[in-house]
């Protein structure tokens, strides 16, 4: 049997060398376009999806890098703001938190010295800015602002100052003036000090 395909094959050899070189040609080209498409081409196509997956996560990998960095970036700049400033409440009652307010005011500047002191308070609506666009519906956000006059030792000006920037209940000093008293507090080393104190209210619309 072996034999016989042996014999069979060496005719077919010899049939194929018997063959013009053209024929040849042709017949060697097909069998290399056939490999080429039943074995080169699904290799190179597996890798090329292969490559194209692995860029696809690199780039995932590299975007989520990024984005880790970004956060850690912002929480950083967050906790350095805190450390500095205080956190922030937000908007609150507005029958509740003015008086909150006044007494967390009052309390700082007599801690620190204060006995006289003038002020007058307002309550103005919030202008457009990513806080008012978040509170929606029947509400909006109001400024309550109060405008403080008093006199004190350096020293205790700038400690009432840092004290009410870190008070949560105390959303922003939006004005501050610094100057030296006249008069007879002048020789005393006295400053005089003029600020807007703010605290934020959530209100319903279309009341006053």
Known sequence: MNAANHAKSGGLIQRFRAMPRATRWAIGGSVVIAAYFLVVEPVVEATSRRMTASQSKAAVIATHAKTAQAMQAASEMRA?????????ELPGDPEKRPLEFNQQVDEILKRHGVRESTSTSRTSPMGAGPLAAKITGEFRVDRMMRDIQFAADPDAA???????????????????????????????????????????????????
């Open 158 to 208: 700038a400690a009432i100052i840092a004290d009410l920037e870190r008070s949560p209940i105390v959303s922003t000093i939006s004005r501050l003036q610094i100057r030296q008293a006249d008069g007879r507090d002048r020789n005393a080393k006295v400053v005089r000090v003029t600020m807007t104190v703010e605290t934020w209210l959530q209100a319903r619309k279309g009341k006053k």
């Open 80 to 88: 350095q703001g805190v450390r500095k400033f205080g956190m922030v």
